[in-house]
């Protein structure tokens, strides 16, 4: 039987590179890294951020609003903190991994923003059409990020990039609509000296034909000329009669500047316009431009990092994708600007970066948010003055480790705690030690839990266990070693051995799953190029 064909962007490796077997780490706060209110749930973390998202995965799947990212763009120029060079097929499978642990984590009504340049815009629109769904495609921009053009380029000065725009479930999508600019505004005027204040005119036809909608096709008499107009054969008035009567007792006709026009306006009062639906054309004068994310920069850190986004271009994603108290999250943090953005805006955040100006840069950034001092940016737009606060965490050590026989044991690093916690990950159980019974480790649901030690599990310790579980409970043990006589002792109990309940199941021992490919596979030619 001929298999199914679908549509979908193929390339080499996918399918066997683009699916790695991740390893669920746990987080640990480094206190003396976080930053003002310690009851804060903004979070930064420093780590691989393809673990790092694995990680966060059980706690915060379908909970973060808007993600926002701008990876390694690939254009073959090495930038100081990304090298970017991959080849096509090397990005797409670095880069799908992430985007299906960022939909994972998007709440329904969700969305996620990827900033890209034309260099690999297009493989990823089809790529993320087959993740995200194409009806689930909501737009993309395109940013215009120079204000003058590259005299040094070959061919075209490259002067826009795109963001990607697409929702988790597009029918619970909700778009906020841009507060109005002296912009919008400046088309209202009063040249009649309405006591409405400022109006604009709109047209008064509609899109039907007179066929369709006989009722709309009427004359309407000029006052000022008393000739009788009707609208064009091909289209009809916006109004019936009765309402057309209507406006013009409320003085809501203008026939132009002379009132001799052939067709009458609508008159709309600045007072009743609404909020401006967002446009797909973001221009520098807009939302800011390289130059000024690098004058930004260059006021905050000595070296500046070298692909900043403006604060007033993630301020224009996050206000059409979020409202006050949302979840924001980026995987790419970068310098932190998407960071410092959401908590001036008063949206929760979540960050990850990898790199070491996650200390040099994101941490110092992020601490005169907290305190007020930094009033770059969008801070003076909303009136920021400070507040708030957020925890730094780092990515635990990989559980296993091969000893010098090459036998997989656990890391000793991990202390007992750790253990607990990861082994509780690890087993799909939420951490949360009871506070009475040492074995309740963790939960699944009410009735489930875990229990993680390194002693040697006797008969008596099970037994001493068993006596205060109540009859609907269940219990799974993993622990090193146990006695005989202890494994199906009592049927509502599991018992399991570490680490060979773990083999097999994930990458243990796997630290990096960056983008920063220094050498690439080399691919070799098929036959039929030779022929």
Same mark, same amino acid.
């Given at each position: ?320 994708? %979020? ?7 980026? /995987?790419?943090?970068? =310098?932190?600007? @998407?960071?410092?953005? *959401?908590? &001036? ?112 599990? %006797? ?7 068993? /006596?205060?579980?109540? =009859?609907?409970? @269940?219990?799974?043990? *993993?622990? &090193? ?51």
């Amino acid at each position: 039987m001929q298999k199914k064909q679908r549509l979908e962007l193929t390339w080499i490796g996918k399918g066997e590179k683009d699916n790695p077997k991740l390893e669920p780490r746990i987080l640990i706060e480094d206190s003396e890294k976080s930053y003002g209110d310690k009851n804060t749930e903004n979070i930064l973390i420093h780590g691989d951020n393809l673990l790092a998202l694995k990680a966060l995965e059980q706690d915060y799947a379908g909970k973060v609003k808007c993600i926002y990212i701008d990876p390694p763009y690939n254009t073959g120029n090495a930038f100081e903190h990304y090298d970017d060079g991959l080849e096509h097929s090397e990005w797409l499978n670095l880069i799908k991994p992430r985007l299906v642990l960022l939909r994972s984590l998007l709440s329904n009504d969700g969305s996620i923003w990827i900033s890209i340049d034309d260099q690999e815009c297009h493989y990823l629109k089809v790529l993320c059409d087959e993740l995200f769904g194409r009806n689930n495609f909501i737009t993309s921009i395109t940013w215009g990020k120079r204000v003058s053009p590259a005299n040094d380029a070959k061919f075209f000065s490259s002067d826009h990039d795109y963001i990607l725009v697409y929702a988790k479930n597009k029918d619970n999508w909700v778009i906020n609509r841009l507060e109005r600019s002296e912009s919008n505004n400046s088309y209202y005027k009063n040249p009649d000296s309405d006591h409405r204040g400022a109006w604009n005119s709109i047209t008064y036809t509609g899109n039907k034909t007179r066929l369709e909608r006989p009722n709309l096709y009427y004359g309407i008499v000029n006052p000022n000329t008393n000739i009788t107009v009707y609208p064009p054969e091909t289209l009809t008035w916006r109004y019936s009669e009765e309402t057309h009567l209507i406006n013009e007792q409320n003085n809501l006709i203008y026939w132009g500047k002379d009132g001799k026009s052939s067709i009458p306006r609508l008159k709309q009062f600045l007072s009743d316009a609404k909020r401006v639906v967002p446009r797909t054309i973001w221009t520098a004068d807009d939302v800011g431009s390289t130059q000024t994310s690098m004058t930004e920069q260059k006021k905050m850190f000595e070296a500046p990092f070298a692909t900043p986004k403006p604060e007033i271009l993630l301020e224009r994603v996050l206000t059409i994708g %979020t409202k006050k108290g949302d979840l924001v999250l980026d /995987s790419f943090l970068g =310098s932190g600007t @998407t960071a410092a953005v *959401a908590h &001036k805006m008063g949206r929760k955040w979540i960050g990850i970066e990898l790199g070491e100006h996650c200390h040099t840069h994101c941490i110092p950034r992020l601490q005169k948010v907290t305190d007020g001092t930094d009033q770059g940016g969008i801070s003076k737009a909303v009136n920021w003055q400070g507040g708030g606060g957020f925890k730094y965490y780092y990515l635990a050590p990989s559980l296993l480790k091969k000893d010098k026989f090459g036998n997989w044991v656990i890391e000793e690093q991990y202390n007992a705690d750790m253990l607990a916690a990861a082994m509780a990950k690890q087993e799909g159980f939420r951490y949360s030690p009871d506070s009475e019974l040492y074995w309740k480790q963790g939960f699944s649901n009410e009735f489930d839990f875990i229990y993680t030690t390194t002693q040697f599990l %006797t008969v008596e310790m099970l037994d001493s266990i068993y /006596s205060e579980m109540k =009859s609907s409970e @269940t219990l799974l043990i *993993a622990c &090193k070693s146990f006695q005989d006589g202890c494994n199906k002792r009592y049927p509502n109990i599991n018992i399991k051995k570490i680490p060979s309940m773990l083999l097999g199941r994930c990458e243990f021992g796997k630290e990096d799953y960056s983008l920063n490919i220094l050498s690439l596979p080399e691919v070799e030619d098929s036959a039929e190029d030779d022929e």
